[in-house]
């Protein structure tokens, strides 16, 4: 699809979707999102299974503060929020709306992954290391690949803002900006398990 075809004065009710090609990517997300599930299912039973498993070392009840899960929560959540506000505004062909609210939620990705590289730091001081238990490389595998993720999602809609910061409202880009508002929701329901599963069951 050319990159140059602009529709803003034509623009249908839902963009992201009124191009075969827009209709493909969203096919193929799910498909992508699919193979997700898998791994975070996959990871999240392991760590079920090995959280008992510490060793001499520190357990969940000795390190996790939920306050400051807690703030990473609303960080996480209120980045959903302002994705979904980009969206409208993309919908309603505001493009300058649509950067707004997308630079937002990058904002509060980043702030979202300090925390979290904080709060590893901080174990680790405590004493739990990625190999000194079952427990802590269960933790550090399931909440780093979630991170891992949370990083890859600030990289592609910073990329996405960068590339089409001219652009305005096309049928080209909606379709690329609706899939990775898409993967930041997914990303957030992901976390949401993790505080649910790992640290109110961990405290």
């Not at 739990?128 to 427990?135: I, K, W």
């Not at 993720?149 to 803002?161: E, P």
């Not at 609706?178 to 649910?196: E, M, P, R």
């Amino acid at each position: 699809m050319a990159e140059t075809v602009k529709h803003e004065q034509t623009l249908p009710s839902h963009p992201e979707k009124a191009t075969l090609e827009g209709k493909n990517k969203f096919l193929g997300f799910w498909f992508f999102l699919g193979g997700e599930t898998v791994l975070f299912a996959s990871l999240f039973g392991t760590y079920l299974g090995l959280r008992n498993g510490v060793a001499d070392g520190p357990t969940s009840a000795d390190l996790f503060h939920l306050d400051l899960v807690f703030i990473m929560t609303m960080l996480l959540l209120t980045s959903s929020l302002t994705s979904v506000f980009a969206m409208i505004n993309m919908k309603k062909g505001n493009f300058k709306g649509l950067i707004i609210w997308m630079w937002a939620t990058v904002f509060l990705g980043v702030c979202f992954l300090g925390f979290e590289i904080y709060e590893f730091v901080v174990y680790v001081n405590y004493g739990l290391g990625f190999t000194t238990s079952a427990f802590a490389s269960s933790f550090y595998t399931l909440v780093g690949t979630h991170g891992g993720h949370v990083l890859f999602g600030i990289l592609w809609i910073s990329t996405l803002l960068i590339r089409y910061r001219k652009a305005g409202v096309t049928l080209t880009n909606a379709p690329k900006f609706y899939v990775a508002s898409l993967y930041w929701h997914f990303i957030d329901v992901v976390w949401v398990f993790i505080f649910t599963v790992v640290y109110l069951m961990g405290v």
